[in-house]
């Protein structure tokens, strides 16, 4: 099958280097600390912070820093065929756990010592890079929050189709078999935080694809902080500053 | 969550009594209500419901499928609904559950009537192909992802959005098939048959605080409330279902109040939803 | 201390300036590896003169977001709570406000028998210095254990502030050990506090 036609379009008309269409909104649930709708093309995730709060489980309390935890599931009507279990099974444990990691190491947790912060992460809408939408709509929530945090955390996802890399793949793309590589970093300070890949690439083309993902993160970053910006414009306009 | 001092309970029972909510709202007043449709394109209807701060998406899946044997001329109607850890930290991990099952059991009784397939708010036997081989199964899927109170009639207006948004493809039948063969079908992906969402009832929920119902409660009313009728009215004013939660005992001649008081609410809910929906779709046709 | 107030907005990483020349405040960090300040928060840059006379002369950079953070009680903060138990050593308080600020989320506190009153400290009677429900005014004295903060009111204007008697009206206080009801002229015994001036 061909996923990149002779003139360099793609099956859903981009280019191999274009993101798909972002969007982005912060405080669509008002009951949580923090909130935040992300949407990248036809995947679309909402994403929730409640904390820092009072660790439910004395158990788990940790006397010097945060508790983070984060749990991601899949709405049924998500995908195109109709999930029987929206949680619990083991993907969507595997991704509460990659995603507490990422955001656990850019939260300031020695700030909040013996509370707790709670991520909850819904996909709506499922079509390819959920990892990287679940990761952006999380940064944003904690920054709605108000929760310290080092950096904003970012993520693309990347991969190598008829020898070409491409960016951000969406569902038809990923099932293809290529690889596919999922990179979270810390845009400002620059490091790598998530690096996920399945099948194989000889290491000078993963380079390229590594450095496409980067550039990838890096324009979510810019639309984030605009948000960002914009949104905090717009909360001192109404309380009259 | 601090809960309700005995001052802020106070408060809203006073306040109930005499016809001023917390908000400002009179008692049988519905906070406002946005509707967006066909918020999910992978699936055939779909709906996305905001009443204040309670926000949820209803989405309608059809699939083919065979009938029962006990009722070869309708299809078959499943709903689920699901309460996501956004709304509310207890719902993670399966904390959500028994919320999920009481909205579940309680929209089914509401919208499709007994057994036997008597008297469904969904008119089933449109959803027949082949009689008695093929139908169609629809699949209504209800997503919380904010909860402020009154779910039932959020997801009511929302799963009511969905089905008129919702196109069951045109299927052709091949015409050679005998016995118990299966017919071959195309389903086809251009012709789309709009649902018929006329006798679809609408949920009304009254909440009874001190000696007074109220619509559309928020969380910190429903807190206090004693006890809930919800009734699903439709358009020609027929009761399609009624529920009762919470512990309190009452008055024969006080549910029948309450059913009258559901009637008359119904009416100004229905046409607040129908011009919504139809705005809806007007906005999506543009876009 | 003199304010500049910056007008800039920042989000969380933005470089602030290097550690030698700026002191990292609220919503600021410094990162070891490099020695630079970055801001931790989304909202407005303000940088503020230290004092003339501390050693550090370096401005002090502050980003302050637009949430408010819920009210934590912090040792030396004055607190109202409402008391849940009371055993014969400890009595335990749910702590509502810290300060003219409601808390978002209830800590649990505890008063022990030698922080009730400040004298003769081992013959106080719990059972005569409150009752569960009372609403008390104490003294955070520390952060405690692992379950709660650690409570004084052994100060006179620190005590029973309301409380109700077994007839369910508002008891009047009479001194700082006794509460008489007005509704059936009972006599109640609790540890006051003096209000007023």
């Known amino acids: 099958m061909e996923y990149v036609s002779p003139e360099g379009l793609r099956l859903d008309g981009r280019r191999p280097m274009e993101m798909r269409q972002i969007r982005a909104e912060i405080g669509t649930i008002m009951k949580a600390d923090g909130s935040a709708v992300f949407e990248m093309g036809n995947t679309k995730v909402v994403a929730a912070v409640y904390g820092p709060r009072e660790v439910q489980n004395r158990g788990q309390q940790i006397s010097d820093k945060a508790l983070v935890r984060c749990e991601y599931s899949m709405a049924n009507f998500s995908t195109g065929d109709r999930m029987r279990k929206p949680k619990g099974d083991r993907r969507s444990t595997e991704i509460s756990l990659v995603i507490r990691q990422t955001m656990e190491e850019s939260i300031l947790t020695h700030l909040m010592p013996r509370s707790q912060i709670d991520i909850y992460v819904q996909v709506l809408q499922a079509d390819g890079g959920t990892r990287s939408a679940c990761i952006n709509a999380a940064t944003l929530a904690l920054a709605d929050a108000g929760i310290p945090m080092r950096d904003l955390v970012t993520s693309c996802s990347a991969g190598y189709l008829n020898s070409t890399p491409l960016l951000d793949l969406n569902y038809v793309e990923d099932s293809a078999g290529g690889p596919d590589v999922t990179l979270g970093i810390l845009p400002k300070l620059d490091k790598v935080t998530l690096l996920q890949m399945d099948s194989k690439l000889p290491i000078d083309i993963f380079e390229n694809v590594m450095q496409l993902a980067t550039e990838g993160c890096k324009a979510v970053a810019n639309y984030i902080r605009e948000l960002l910006l914009e949104n905090t414009k717009e909360l001192e306009y109404r309380r009259g500053v | 969550m601090v809960g309700l001092s005995v001052g802020e309970k106070h408060f809203i029972q006073g306040g109930v009594a005499q016809d001023l909510r917390c908000d400002g709202r009179k008692r049988l007043t519905y906070r406002p209500i946005y509707l967006e449709t066909g918020v999910i394109p992978q699936a055939n209807g779909s709906a996305r419901v905001r009443m204040g701060a309670t926000e949820v998406i209803a989405s309608v899946k059809a699939e083919l499928g065979r009938p029962t044997p006990l009722q070869p001329d309708k299809g078959k109607v499943s709903i689920y609904v699901d309460c996501s850890p956004t709304a509310e930290p207890a719902f993670e991990g399966r904390g959500g559950d028994e919320l999920s099952t009481e909205l579940s059991t309680a929209l089914q009784c509401c919208l499709l009537g007994g057994k036997s397939g008597a008297g469904a708010g969904i008119d089933l036997s449109s959803l027949i192909v082949v009689e008695g081989k093929i139908c169609w199964d629809l699949y209504i899927d209800g997503l919380v992802v904010s909860s402020d109170g009154n779910l039932l009639d959020a997801l009511g207006a929302a799963i009511k959005a969905a089905l008129s948004n919702t196109g069951i493809p045109k299927v052709n039948v091949a015409a050679s098939a005998s016995g118990d063969e299966q017919p071959e079908v195309d389903v086809s992906d251009e012709e789309f048959l709009q649902f018929d969402t006329s006798g679809i009832p609408v949920i009304v929920t009254l909440t009874k605080i001190g000696r007074h119902y109220v619509v559309d409660a928020t969380s910190e009313e429903e807190s206090q409330m004693s006890s809930a009728v919800s009734i699903s009215v439709n358009r020609k004013g027929h009761i399609c279902g009624l529920t009762k939660r919470g512990g309190a005992g009452l008055d024969p001649s006080i549910i029948l109040d309450m059913v009258s008081v559901a009637k008359h609410v119904s009416e100004q809910l229905l046409e607040k939803l129908d011009s919504e929906i139809a705005a809806a779709e007007a906005d999506e046709g543009e876009s | ?197």
């Open chain 3, 1 to 197: 201390m003199r304010e500049q107030k910056g007008p800039s907005l920042v989000t969380p990483g933005e470089v602030l300036g290097r550690a030698s020349d700026v002191k990292a405040g609220r919503g600021a960090y410094v990162a070891p590896h490099n020695s630079t300040v970055y801001s931790s928060l989304t909202g407005f840059l303000r940088t503020i003169s230290p004092p003339a006379d501390s050693p550090d002369q370096r401005p002090i950079v502050e980003v302050t977001g637009h949430k408010a953070q819920g009210a934590v009680p912090v040792p030396g903060s004055v607190v109202i709570g409402q008391v849940t138990k009371v055993m014969a050593r400890m009595a335990s308080a749910d702590i509502m406000c810290v300060g003219p600020k409601s808390v978002r989320e209830k800590f649990t506190g505890i008063i022990w028998q030698q922080d009730v009153r400040a004298t003769e400290i081992e013959k106080v009677d719990m059972h005569l210095s409150f009752h569960p429900g009372d609403i008390v005014r104490a003294l955070v004295l520390s952060l405690g254990d692992a379950r709660a903060y650690y409570l004084s009111t052994a100060k006179n204007e620190l005590g029973v502030v309301s409380a109700e008697s077994t007839a369910g009206a508002t008891m009047v206080p009479i001194s700082w050990t006794e509460m008489h009801c007005p509704v059936t002229g009972q006599i109640e015994q609790r540890k006051v506090a003096k209000v007023g001036s």
